[in-house]
């Protein structure tokens, strides 16, 4: 695989081979961080969540759950170390989410929930609301799912990149003893 950087891979979607990101897993999954879709940026990189609001979203989780992330900003590595990996809903980058259609987050909802269930992976962090509807049927709110998906994992919602600082603490909170437990 020689001129790929950090994790970038080739990887076939919808028929398609796409230049993306590829899933990060450690050896027994305590958790899973669910994106969209990875970014230009990210996939440039070779590592998740690179874009601005990937970055503010990821920085909440590793202040949270105390992570050391080192000065290049890459959080696969803290996270592999606290059991945590790493995945998307489709694996085609775009700009933002207008860019990817109903059919692409009806694939990847399908393929998403048999990669999460096969790693028996007990919580999943959605880092902005779409993987909360794609694996729950509705967005919820912030925080702690009241519903469990159909393999039984426990679902977290961020707060949004612009919700207020407080408020966001309070919701980032709860996702400590989640991973922690």
């Known amino acids: 695989m020689s001129g790929l950087r950090g994790y970038q891979s080739f990887e076939e979607w919808m028929g398609t081979r796409v230049l993306s990101l590829i899933d990060v897993w450690p050896e027994h999954p305590r958790a899973a961080i669910v994106g969209i879709n990875p ?12 874009g601005p609001l990937g970055r503010r979203q990821l920085g909440r989780i590793a202040d949270a759950l105390g992570w050391d992330v080192p000065d290049t900003g890459f959080f696969e590595e803290a996270g592999l170390a606290q059991g945590v990996g790493f995945t998307d809903i489709v694996k085609r980058p775009t700009p933002r989410e207008v860019g990817v259609s109903a059919a692409e987050l009806a694939h990847g909802r399908a393929v998403l929930a048999t990669k999460l269930a096969s790693r028996h992976v007990r919580l999943v962090i959605a880092v902005y609301r779409q993987p909360v509807a794609a694996l729950l049927g509705a967005e919820g709110s912030p925080g702690l799912q009241p519903t469990r998906t159909s393999w039984g994992a426990q679902v977290f919602r961020l707060p949004g990149p612009f919700e207020v600082p407080a408020r966001a603490d309070e919701v980032m909170r709860g996702l400590v003893g989640l991973v922690e437990g």
């Open 39 to 50: 970014s230009p940026g990210s996939v440039a990189a070779g590592h998740y969540f690179q």
